[in-house]
């Protein structure tokens, strides 16, 4: 047999694009892609600044060299480029300048910054964005203090649970007025913009520069997003440099971002409309951005938003604004692709600029009108796309199909062979339509090569989704690697999956374990009923809430000859006190365990685990906080004491997701030589569902 072409060594290079931000005037993209950096004392992942012309040459130019860079954003006069890197001598990030027209990068520090210094301290960056006339910066940021780093240094540093958070500042970085230019000379004054126990997600500049509109939470915690409120701060240093926020309204969307228009007269933001639970649904609103009356109360500090059009997945992604300031962009994930709408801030319906054929998770536009997104399908790894909007947007107006500026292809990355891709549909009983995508391998001849192996791929959330991203992405079970090793691989949006719609998502509350069941084994059938797979090697695999329904369904049937399972929530009871997602489990449970002991019983896995027959390995990160380490314990332990063969591999520093290139190479490694150990071979007929 030939040497494989997707082994994991060679997949880790995918060249994985994680930003994109087009220039003022168009004429140019930054972008970063990450690479493995790999050395006798090094493991990690560093993202590379790159930038490519919009018209001419697309051939895309480094920028950065070394150290990881991330986020690049253009000055708002094109001349600079700021972006965020580790400060020399310093275990925290800072952000960094550089000519645009090309030159060595240099960090801003304030000016003092030396531990006694009243320049505020400050740890790593978060966000940050250029003031309108590009002498000022603002990031977010975790103070610190000379008291707080003797604490850590001594290791004296107790912390009371739930009261000792790291809260996320707003700070601004602003250059001397001397000269309209910063450069690696000039002083850089710091300020902190906000104080106390309070958390900044994301914030957004007015254009006029004399207000900053923020989201804000009591806690750092993701779980304070059900609280989440925008605020607006007046930055013109009134009553001896103090100002006071308003809060305009409550949110409550997780991870939500917010963006001032062109012209200053609204702001949008995505709020929440379902209850403020797990599977939240939301809808993108306006709020006025003119900061409210000095002796409003938070109450009644700003009219009533205005609601913009629903988009078909209730999530509306923001992008950004039209420069005529008349529409919000947005993403909307429908089925496996996502669409870019533009909703008029009159209500009025949505137009579609991009249809929803090829998925889309980075997109920015610039003051000039272009839009840039990062795009892939089934067989073209991600790419960065530019798109012209007319002006101005009408119902009518005809929108040219984005072109392909850059697709980073490293020589290390493998290029094919691809699988086969067949997408698929079914329809339960209960009336929901489910989509499945199947891949084969490249040379497959149902005719001459009869039928294959199948592994069934469950994705997390259990809001997530599959859509026609590359079939050689890294991860855990990449397609294209175990096509290769002539097993089939089916991918299924079960319900409660995202894409699909409010109804769709939250049709498996109170029901884990069950319709979201029925609807992959019914997958698995589809297949076999098509005469591609064969029913003695079939396998189940997932990570995170598919690591969840891969240990649940080798308690619920023996039709599978191996698992593999991933970061797996096994005991809904445990896993609200050990999780930092605390009510995420009593949303879909309907409660407390306490509160519906029998029905949390009945859906933990663990409780059923002494009936699994099918042999399997495990998968966890060591310092796991969203799936704690304790999950996978308890199932391995149950499969060991009842002599299941089992594995479990635990991989250290890292969290819900691996991280590092060579834990991430091992995890893939197992996954091919487990299953194709496991499935390539002819097995008895296993037996059918559990009793």
């Given amino acids: 047999m030939n040497k494989p072409h997707w082994q994991p060594d ?19 993209v930054l972008y970063t892609t990450e690479s493995p950096h790999l050395t006798d004392d090094a493991s990690e992942f560093r993202q590379r600044v790159y930038c490519v012309n919009t018209q001419g040459d697309a051939t895309p130019r480094p920028l950065t060299h070394g150290p990881s860079a991330s986020t690049p954003k253009w000055s708002p ?11 020399p001598d310093s275990p925290h990030t800072g952000i960094w300048l550089m000519p645009a027209a090309g030159g060595e990068p240099w960090p801003l520090v304030a000016e003092n910054s030396q531990p006694d210094s009243p320049v505020p301290q400050h740890e790593s960056i978060g966000q940050f964005e250029w003031r309108f006339d590009g002498k ?26 739930q009261v000792d958070f790291d809260f996320a500042h707003l700070f601004v970085l602003e250059f001397a007025e001397e000269d309209s230019t910063p450069d690696r000379d000039r002083a850089v004054q710091c ?27 009591d806690t750092p915690f993701i779980e304070s997003w059900r609280g989440s409120r925008l605020v607006m701060l007046s930055l013109n240093r009134e009553n001896n440099g103090e100002s006071q926020p308003v809060t305009v309204a409550t949110i409550g969307v997780w991870k939500a971002t917010l963006a001032y228009a062109p012209d200053g007269a609204w702001i949008a933001c995505q709020q929440g409309i379902a209850d403020n639970r797990w599977p939240y649904a939301g809808r993108m609103h306006i709020f006025p951005g003119t900061l409210p009356a000095a002796n409003a109360t938070s109450a009644t500090a700003a009219t009533a938003p205005r609601p913009l059009a629903d988009v078909s997945d209730a999530q509306p992604g923001l992008i950004g604004w039209t420069p005529d300031s008349r529409h919000v962009l947005v993403l909307n994930d429908r089925g496996l692709g996502t669409e870019v709408l533009a909703l008029p801030i009159d209500g009025s319906d949505p137009l579609t600029l991009v249809g929803g054929v090829e998925p889309c998770k980075f997109a920015h536009i610039s003051a000039s009108g272009h839009l840039a997104l990062v795009r892939q399908n089934h067989h073209t790894i991600n790419g960065v796309d530019l798109l012209h909007l007319p002006a101005p947007l009408v119902a009518d107006t005809a929108i ?25 549909q079914w329809t339960t009983p209960d009336g929901f339509t489910i989509d499945g995508i199947l891949y084969l391998p490249a040379e497959y001849d149902a005719a001459r090569d009869g039928k294959l192996p199948l592994l069934l791929h469950v994705h997390g959330g259990p809001m997530g989704v599959f859509q026609r ?26 319900r409660g999956s995202s894409g699909y719609g409010k109804e769709f998502r939250f049709a498996n509350l ?52 191996a698992a593999s399972i991933g970061a797996p929530l096994t005991n809904a009871m445990s896993f609200p006190a050990t999780a930092d997602i605390s009510s995420f489990v009593p949303d879909y449970y309907g409660g407390e365990a306490w509160e519906v002991f029998d029905f949390y019983r009945e859906r933990s896995p663990i409780f059923h685990a002494h009936k699994v027959q099918t042999p399997a390995i495990m998968q966890h990160g060591g310092a796991d906080p969203r799936v704690p380490l304790e999950q996978g314990l308890q199932y391995y332990y149950v499969l060991a004491r009842n002599q299941v063969p089992v594995d479990l591999f635990i991989y250290p520093r890292q969290g819900h997701a691996i991280r590092e290139p060579r834990l991430l190479a091992d995890a893939i490694q197992r996954n091919i030589t487990w299953f194709t150990g496991q499935l390539t071979a002819q097995h008895d007929a296993p037996a059918g569902d559990v009793q």
């Fill in 10 to 28: 060679a997949l880790i290079h995918y060249p994985l694009i994680e930003h994109v931000h087009v220039a003022p005037q168009g004429d140019a």
């Fill in 77 to 87: 006069d094109g001349t600079l480029i700021a972006f965020v890197r580790r400060l």
């Fill in 136 to 161: 000022a910066i603002a990031f977010t940021s975790v103070p610190t203090d000379d008291e707080r780093r003797r604490r850590t240094r001594q290791r004296d540093d107790v912390r009371q649970w």
């Fill in 191 to 217: 300020r902190q913009l906000t104080q106390g126990r309070v958390h900044v997600e994301s914030f957004s500049w007015h254009p006029a520069g004399h207000t900053m509109a923020y989201i804000a939470q």
């Fill in 400 to 424: 040219s199909a984005p072109q392909r500026r850059a697709t980073p292809a490293p020589p290390a990355y493998p290029t094919g062979p691809l699988p086969q891709v067949q997408e698929l």
């Fill in 469 to 494: 991203v590359y079939a050689g992405v890294p991860y855990y079970y990449t397609p294209a690697a175990l096509c290769e090793q002539g097993i089939a691989v089916l991918r299924c949006n079960p």
């Fill in 510 to 561: 109170l029901d884990w374990g069950g319709g979201d069941y029925r609807d992959l084994m019914q997958g698995v059938d589809t297949v076999l009923e098509m005469g591609i797979a064969d029913a003695n090697r079939l396998g189940v695999c997932g990570w995170s809430y598919g690591g969840y329904m891969s240990s649940w369904i080798i308690t619920q049937t023996h039709r599978f000859a």
